[in-house]
C-alpha cells in the first residue's frame, strides 16, 4: 500500500484518481502545506519544499512529483490501458502532453498561488497573479491546437491525461474560461470524470 500525502482539491487528487484506476490500494494523510500543526511537520520530514503529492512506497522509499508518482505507479500495472506502452505509436504524444501539464501548467499555480514569496509590492502580486492565469490559458491554448480527433486526449480510451485535464481544469480560471480556449480538452476532462472511479475521487476532492 501508497502513503499519499495530500490535500482536498490539490494535485494529490491526481494520485488518488491514478491509484483508484489501477487499484492500487492507498492511504491518505490529509495535510495542507500552508497550515501548521503535526501534519506539516511530518510532511516537512519527507519533502523539505512542503508540497503535495508526496508518497511513501510500501519499501519508506518518498516519492515526490506528480508525473514520476505517476509513471511509477503505471509501471506496476503494465497491461493498464490508462497509458500507450512503449512502442506504441502514441507514446511521444503521450509522453510530451504528461509531461507538459506539470512543467508548463502547475508550476503558475506554484507562483500564482502564492505571489507574495516572489514579489513584494501588492499590486506586483496581483499583476503576477493576473500573468500567470494568462499563461495558464495560454498553455490551453497550445493544448486545444494540438488536440487530436477526440473524444480523449490519445483518441477512443481515456488515459491519464485525461485524469490529469479533469483535476487541472478544475484549478483556477475554472472550467468556463478554460472551455473559450480548449473546448474538446475540456470536454476530455468531462468525459472522463464520468467514470464511476474517478467521479468519486473528484467528488471527495472538489465536492458535489
Ligand atoms: N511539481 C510538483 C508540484 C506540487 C505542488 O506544487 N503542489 C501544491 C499543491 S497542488 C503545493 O503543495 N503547494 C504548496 C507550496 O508550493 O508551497 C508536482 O508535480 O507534484
Sequence with gaps: MVTIYGCKGCGSTLVEAVCELLGEEYKRIEVAPWESGPAVESLRALNPLLQVPTVVLED??????????????????????????????????????LVFF??????MYTVGDFPDRWVKD???QKELKEATVQ??????????????QGPFFLGERMTVLDVYAAVLTRWRPGRDRLREVAPRAVAAAERAEAHPRLALVIARNFGG
Design 122 to 124: 501588492k499590486a506586483a
Design 60 to 97: 519508506g522509499t518518498v516519492m515526490t512529483e506528480s508525473v514520476a508518482i505517476i509513471l511509477w505507479l503505471l509501471e506496476r500495472h503494465p497491461d493498464t490501458e490508462l497509458a500507450p506502452p512503449p512502442g506504441d505509436p502514441r507514446r511521444a504524444a503521450f509522453l510530451r502532453q
Design 135 to 148: 499563461r495558464v490559458l495560454s498553455c490551453w491554448g497550445a493544448i486545444e491546437a494540438g488536440f487530436g
Design 102 to 107: 506539470p512543467a508548463a501548467i502547475y508550476p
